[in-house]
């Protein structure tokens, strides 16, 4: 073994501050200690690795946490959550939920990995259109693993005086790497913008720069997550720079389902009408989802009356938007499964009574094929 080498890229590591990546070098060195012949340093060193204790991060405890914030306006460069907190349990579909269940196994076994010579996935990219779950899948991650949720405010960080954004970002990613958290840099496009686009101004392209380098940098303790609406404005070095690239599409109607259901089942809702909203509501996004079933939530503790009467109410102007046939299988459910006359039916999804009665022959239920 080169001893010289290994002494010299251990007091890199050292001087760097980065634990975990110490422990990792640390574990490879004992396993070339071992097939060298070296058993006895191997095992003190070993020994020494199992008995290290782990600082907790402060940001857990804190009352108050003190974050990075712009010298000039004196706002947080950041916002801050911990502990994570969901409104109710996301809906993905197994393409983006298989990405998310391996981020977060590999971190809870972050030391069998280590100990391999593994280090576990450092960044991700999620791209999509908005309100698909990507800011919910940070927040997911963070609670998942207990650590607190720090996302970058844009507001905050871009600054008009010439330099100051590119130092607010540094500060935001210094002040990250000192303690296990998840980072989540929401609205990448707006600080990662292709350098190649003339109408870009010198400083923002400075600022590319700046990030990429912030993001080598990015220590094994932590998890950077990123998020973007608009991925084809990203300047392409910035892709190569993750090590997990998901794209989060658009709902189906059978996970419109399974929201609708998950919101509206604590509140006794009949199951066929459930069906109805989540039909009426297919083709918006999770949030769009979301919005409209808690604005019917409220609206039918103000005007006083039954979920069901105030859902039926507001969704009468979304069937009309639905192909006839689709439209007619709703009319059918909500008839002979949700007690609904055959004229309130009709009258409620806009078709004739006969279509329906021919819609409830056929036995056809107006959900997603």
Same mark, same amino acid.
């Given at each position: ?15 760097? /501050? ?6 990792? &070098? ?5 396993? %070339?200690?071992?097939? =060298?012949?070296?058993? =006895? ?13 782990? %600082?907790?991060?402060?940001? %857990? ?8 914030? +712009? ?20 809906? #993905? ?9 391996? !981020? ?12 391999? /010579? ?14 698909? $779950? ?5 927040? #997911?991650?963070? %609670? ?57 101004? /010198? ?12 993001? +080598? +940098?990015?220590?094994?303790? $932590? ?15 910035? #892709?190569?720079? &993750?090590?997990?690239?998901?794209? &989060? ?24 009408? !459930? ?7 297919? $083709? ?34 979304? &069937? /009309? ?16 499964? =949700? $007690?609904?006359?055959?004229?309130? =039916? ?24």
């Amino acid at each position: 073994m080169d001893l010289d080498n290994e002494v010299y890229h251990l007091a890199r590591l050292a001087l760097t /501050g980065r634990e975990q990546d110490i422990g990792l &070098f640390l574990r490879r060195l004992c396993r %070339r200690l071992r097939t =060298a012949g070296s058993d =006895a340093l191997a095992g003190r060193l070993e020994l020494l690795l199992a008995e290290s204790p782990t %600082r907790s991060s402060p940001m %857990r405890n804190a009352e108050r946490v003190i974050l990075p914030h +712009d010298p000039d306006s004196r706002l947080d460069l950041m916002r801050h959550e911990y502990p994570a907190q969901l409104d109710s349990e996301p809906v #993905w579909p197994e393409t983006v939920a298989g990405v998310l269940r391996q !981020i977060v196994g590999e971190r809870r076994r972050e030391a069998e990995l280590l100990a391999q /010579g593994l280090a576990p996935t450092r960044t991700a990219l999620f791209t999509g259109p908005p309100g698909v $779950g990507k800011t919910l899948a940070a927040r #997911w991650i963070a %609670r998942e693993l207990n650590r607190p949720l720090l996302i970058l405010d844009l507001a905050a960080v871009m600054s008009s005086l010439l330099g100051r954004t590119g130092a607010n970002i540094r500060h935001v990613l210094d002040y990250s790497k000192g303690a296990p958290c998840v980072l989540l840099l929401d609205e990448l496009d707006a600080i990662a913008k292709r350098r190649d686009d003339g109408s870009e101004i /010198g400083e923002l392209k400075r600022l590319v720069t700046v990030l990429l380098q912030e993001i +080598d +940098d990015w220590p094994t303790s $932590g998890l950077l997550l990123a998020a973007t609406n608009h991925p084809d404005l990203l300047d392409p070095a910035i #892709w190569r720079r &993750f090590d997990v690239i998901t794209e &989060f599409p658009m709902p189906t109607g059978s996970q419109v389902l399974q929201s609708v259901k998950a919101m509206l089942a604590p509140k006794q809702v009949t199951d066929a009408l !459930i069906r109805a909203a989540a039909v009426a509501l297919e $083709g918006q996004s999770f949030s769009d989802v979301e919005r409209e079933v808690r604005r019917m939530c409220r609206e039918a503790v103000i005007a006083n009356e039954s979920i069901d009467v105030c859902i039926l109410r507001n969704l009468k102007t979304r &069937f /009309g938007v639905l192909p006839t046939a689709r439209r007619a299988a709703v009319g059918a459910m909500l008839h002979t499964q =949700a $007690g609904l006359s055959l004229r309130q =039916a009709a009258e409620l999804v806009g078709v004739h009574r006969n279509t329906i009665t021919n819609a409830a022959q056929t036995g056809t239920t107006g959900e997603e094929g």
